[in-house]
T-cell receptor, first 114, second 115 residues
């Protein structure tokens, strides 16, 4: 099973709402990632979790809060977002290796902030 | 600064024709290079991944080449099909302290295959 699943597929939220994006993988990968992708742009790295610990935060605003409850799950909690945060949010995972990192991406959550 | 540049930015070809997409990178130290296909509104799907020692790698009608000396890669698509219409993203993996890798993404080539 080489699948990364994400829920929901689409999300519309107001600027005062609190919502969460979920990501799950069962490949035994120990690194998981959140990316943000705007239209016609490449994905931008937001967070990296390695062995369930946050290892990289790319200076993401605090209105985005990641959480890794266990090695298979990754959440992104959203609060007080701005319309410019509307984007495709991608989750990815990779097997830990010192030299070889194949990343598998989920289908993404299309987020619209109104 | 680590960068990945792709050309052309967009490309339109007729079904059945071949095409070649280019990728130049400055990422150092280099770990590996991947080509991803991304359909609109979907997550990227890996086509090939090449390490420093590999020059050519094929995946069906997709053939990637890598010249680590000149830091260039190409993706050749043979006998294109309508389903090849997508963005093709070149992604280079560098090395960070620790075991997680940070990828440098190119801006992609948007390919449209027409009848």
């Amino acid at each position: 099973d080489t699948e990364v699943t994400q829920t929901p597929k689409h999300l519309v939220m107001g600027m005062t709402n609190k919502k969460s994006l979920k990501c799950e993988q069962h490949m035994g990968h120990r690194a998981m990632y959140w990316y943000k992708q705007k239209a016609k742009k490449p994905p931008e790295l937001m967070f990296v979790y390695s062995y369930e610990k946050l290892s990289i935060n790319e200076s993401v605003p605090s209105r985005f809060s990641p959480e890794c409850p266990n090695s298979s799950l990754l959440n992104l909690h959203l609060h007080a977002l701005q319309p410019e945060d509307s984007a495709l949010y991608l989750c990815a995972s990779s097997q830990e290796s010192p030299r070889f990192y194949e990343q598998y991406f989920g289908p993404g959550t299309r987020l619209t902030v109104t | 600064k680590n960068q990945v540049e792709q050309s052309p930015q967009s490309l339109i070809i007729l079904e059945g024709k071949n095409c070649t997409l280019q990728c130049n990178y400055t990422v150092s130290p280099f770990s590996n290079l991947r080509w991803y296909k991304q359909d609109t509104g979907r997550g990227p799907v890996s086509l090939t991944i090449m390490t420093f020692s590999e020059n050519t790698k094929s995946n069906g009608r997709y053939t990637a080449t890598l010249d680590a000396d000149t830091k260039q890669s190409s993706l050749h698509i043979t006998a294109s099909q309508l389903s090849d219409s997508a963005s093709y993203i070149c992604v280079v993996s560098g090395k960070l302290a620790g075991t997680a890798s940070k990828l440098t993404f190119g801006t992609g080539t948007r390919l449209q295959v027409t009848l």
